[in-house]
């Protein structure tokens, strides 16, 4: 199964509200965001594991340079502007950046109050962090490249397809972004009853084929037209659009799985919240750990066994304090961060809070 979430028709949503904020903390832990500090996540109940270093790798000893410091709970490291303030983090095994950048205000009016206003841009370095890696040229030139630019980052780019946004087409004229369905109407009940059906990837919604990496052609269904399930929309954010290597299916090729079960049991990227399990009493503890852009993944339906059956990206918390996830889902006919069926939220005891079963940070 590639998602699920329980099943009703689309409301008529505005989209993405892009606001510019002049003095807005961004994504934070809840401790970060009382003391009114702006910047990228710094995840509590972690300890140091190495000092804090200078820009040039030895010990920071003139004022205004930029510091490093190590962290754990996953192993990353943090980069400090001379003001003390978070400039970025990068942990290790993933290519996921989390930058400090100008302020967004990210909203789906008409399915939700919730909004999230954030200083945060995440986007994916050539290469997979390892310690040390801020002496390498490779980062050098990426970050110098990325360290204040307004290019779309994962974030803008998943919010291209809620409902109302406007369509994009390339040199060649594909439409490759604007607003998309989950998946077609299930007229046949031939998956239990669903409303929509699953397994649409994002070459569905493109119209084209597409070579993969292991010789394999994705060969678009019409049916399937403007259509991603819960995986194919981050296949369509992170693979797609953001160039992250993708899979042709959960077992050829090497990159990012099909279905959300082969992500979450992939070898790809960082753990964040280990999978314990399937069961209600696996819920993982700990959401504090995870950052912008993380995967997450879900256990919504008892039909697919021990499969995780759902998939979004951590967005970040919203102005009541929330952490908030964006994704594909029936229930609205595509993506969303909207309250249908259930709040997009991770803490607490709604829907999906309770149904969350792990996390990692490709």
Known sequence: MTGKAKKKSRPVVSGLVVLGLVATSGYLTLELRKQEQPGVTEVRNVGILDGDKGSGGSDAKAEGQEKWSRLENPARSVLRGSDGQIKAVLTDGARTA??????????????????????DWVRLMPEPWQKGAEEKKWFKDWYAEYADSKEDDLFAIAFQYVAGAAPKKDAEGTVYAGDADFGPLNTTGAEGGDLRLEQSDFFDYLGVDYPFRDGTTGTPDAQRAKSLDCSGFMRMVFGYRARYPLMSSDTSGDGLPRTANGMARSDEGADVLPLAGTSAADRPTGIDQLQPGDLVFFKLDTRTGERLDHVGMVLGYDTEGHLIFISSREEVNGPTIGDVGGVSRLDGNGYYAKTLRSAKRL
């Open 98 to 119: 989390t930058l400090t950048g100008a302020a967004r205000t990210f909203a789906e009016p008409t399915s939700t109050s919730s909004k999230v206003s954030t200083t």
